[in-house]
């Protein structure tokens, strides 16, 4: 799913609409690839999203004010407060069949260019002047193959006219035949073909177009009826070409699918929208509030999933290892039986069958021709004592497995409370630093870390720790010998500690901190969650384990229902 041309035009003319004559107010880094504007437009303000961001750039506004997500504002970001910051809002447009969109500002200085190009894999958002590219968010330099250069300081110039594709409003019935006819044996899809040879036609809306005319959207192009494919898309481009737009989305399993601004009906449950900006808030979501990182937390989640199932798989065979000694033991009863039998063993016997016990079954040994009866037996001896020795090592390879199963849960719960890009960050980067993440390395922009999370009660300082280095940080550096420290039994989980000065904390502080502590793990969707507490004292670090995994003792267990701080 992506921002077609005919969904940026929609997108156009309700920025003209609602935007256009408005003040823009403030700037800021909502993440590293995406920057927010306050725009203060016909008495009120709006708050829009530009993201560069490869796997889902986007151009929307949201009714809420959006939250700058980096500790260290980006090159660009400081150049746009310094340039369009306090400018007005002048005009936004869309080049004929371009995904891309300008938005023109009035500044003392002269008037700018933010422009956004929200393509995949390729998408970009710069500042201009004069044609001028000031800064961008991807620089792309002039010997990278394929696309256009991409710099400060070098001239800015719209992507090259698509040639060899057809107008969708003025195509004849003729060429609509001649383009699903001309593919061959190929064999290819005509949604395929519909997108590769039509000016804005996406793959949703070359499917509905397919769907509509075949009652599927997958039928090959050779197979379709290419008159009636010309009669749907002729009705379906009509109020396309008048911008009448028909904005909504497509919604299974409580879940957002697609976004459109034409009626969608081989996708399940599509309704209309007030807007197209609506659609794209239900599709997307926006940057701010507690569900405001659930895509970019996607890509994690699915690693540590895989982790996890691998590290579950390694441990369970290890467990069984412990338990199962029959091939070690068939090793060894096999040499015990060569070297009993050596003497009817014929040269160059390859098997031979023998009872080691006489209520188990004959033993199948295989042997090496090439070799004595006495070495047959030394191999198996050697492969026997081999088993042996792997099976000393086996309780610390499964205390190893068990700490790493237990890291992986605990980041999962970690990225369960990220509330903010630079936490999911620090996952990512615990993963890498233990070796579970396969992806591309990255960084916390700065070098800035997010802090452990202080609230007070009444006058008691609480510290709860929302990953597994704040976990550490609060126990063994905000916590002293004497004050009171609370984790969610048996799961991952916040290190929750009550700072007490020397003081008995009374009971329904201690229930308040417990009833956080529940919050902050796995079992905050529940109605009653055991908390262990004890004092600060009795906590211990597990040896070479990952940074926040401790071991208690002396603990005392209370049940209190899961709740969020507020202040």
């Known amino acids: 799913m992506y921002l077609d041309a005919y969904t940026l035009s929609a997108v156009t003319d309700e920025f003209l609409d609602t935007l256009v004559g408005g003040r823009i107010q403030d700037v800021l880094d909502v993440n590293e690839t995406g920057i927010g504007l306050e725009i203060y437009a016909n008495h009120k303000r709006h708050y829009l999203y530009l993201s560069a961001d490869p796997n889902a750039p986007r151009v929307q506004v949201f009714p809420d004010r959006l939250r700058r997500g980096l500790p260290k504002p980006t090159t660009l970001g400081l150049l746009m407060r310094r340039h369009i910051e306090g400018g007005l809002l002048s005009h936004v447009s869309q080049p004929a069949w371009e995904r891309l969109l300008q938005f023109d500002v009035e500044t003392q200085a002269g008037t700018f260019q933010v422009i956004i190009e929200p393509l995949e894999r390729r998408a970009n958002l710069l500042l201009v002047q004069d044609g001028i590219i000031l800064d961008c968010i991807r620089r792309v330099r002039p010997n990278e193959r394929r696309v256009r250069a991409a710099l400060p300081g070098h001239p800015y110039s719209l992507p090259a006219p698509q040639t060899g594709k057809h107008d969708p409003t003025r195509v004849t019935a003729e060429v609509v035949r001649t383009i699903l006819s001309a593919e061959g044996d190929s064999k290819p899809k005509a949604h395929q073909v519909l997108t590769a040879q039509l000016l804005g036609f996406s793959p949703l809306l070359a499917k509905e177009v397919v769907f509509r ?71 997307y979501a926006a ?29 369970a065979s290890l467990r069984n290892a412990m338990t199962d000694d029959t091939e070690r033991e068939v090793l ?66 499964i205390a190893e497995t068990e700490a790493t199963l237990a890291q992986i849960r605990q980041l999962s719960v970690d ?153």
């Open 287 to 315: 940057p701010v509030g507690e569900h405001a990182y659930d895509r970019a937390k996607d890509p994690v989640r699915e690693v540590l999933k895989d982790a996890e199932g691998r590290v579950a798989a390694r441990l």
């Open 213 to 283: 005319s075949e009652g599927t959207a997958d039928a090959l192009a050779a197979k379709v009826d290419a008159e009636r494919v010309y009669a749907v898309l002729t009705e379906m481009i009509a109020p396309l070409s008048r911008r009448e737009w028909q904005p909504g989305v497509a919604e299974a399993d409580g879940r957002v699918t697609a976004y459109s601004v034409y009626p969608v009906t081989w996708q399940p449950g599509w309704r209309r929208t007030e807007s197209i900006t609506e659609a794209l808030l239900l599709f």
């Open 415 to 567: 990225l369960d409370l990220a509330s903010s890009f630079p936490d999911i960050d620090e996952v990512q980067q615990s993963m890498q630093s233990a070796g579970l993440w396969r992806g591309e390395a990255r960084r916390v922009p700065g070098g800035q870390k997010s802090a452990p999370l202080r609230v007070f009660l009444d006058d008691w300082v609480i510290w709860i720790g929302r990953n597994s280095r704040q976990n550490e940080q609060v126990t063994f550096d905000k916590g002293s010998a004497n004050d009171l420290w609370l984790h969610v039994r048996d799961v991952p989980g916040a290190h929750v500690i009550i700072k007490s000065g020397g003081r008995s904390v009374p009971e329904p502080i201690i229930e308040q901190a417990a009833a956080l502590a529940a919050y902050y793990s796995p079992l905050r969707g529940e109605t009653k969650a055991p908390v262990d507490v004890t004092l600060r004292s009795n906590v211990r670090k597990i040896k070479a384990a990952a940074v926040g995994m401790v071991t208690y003792r002396q603990e005392r267990t209370i049940m209190v229902t899961p709740r969020k701080y507020e202040a």
């Open 332 to 397: 060894k009863q096999s040499g015990e039986l060569i070297l009993a039998y050596q003497y009817l063993l014929t040269p160059g016997q390859v098997e031979f069958r023998a009872q080691y016990d006489a209520e188990l079954p004959e033993l199948l040994i295989q042997l090496d021709p090439t070799l004595s009866a006495l070495e047959n037996a030394q191999r198996y001896f050697e492969r026997y004592n081999k088993a042996k020795r792997a099976l000393d090592d086996v309780p610390r390879l």
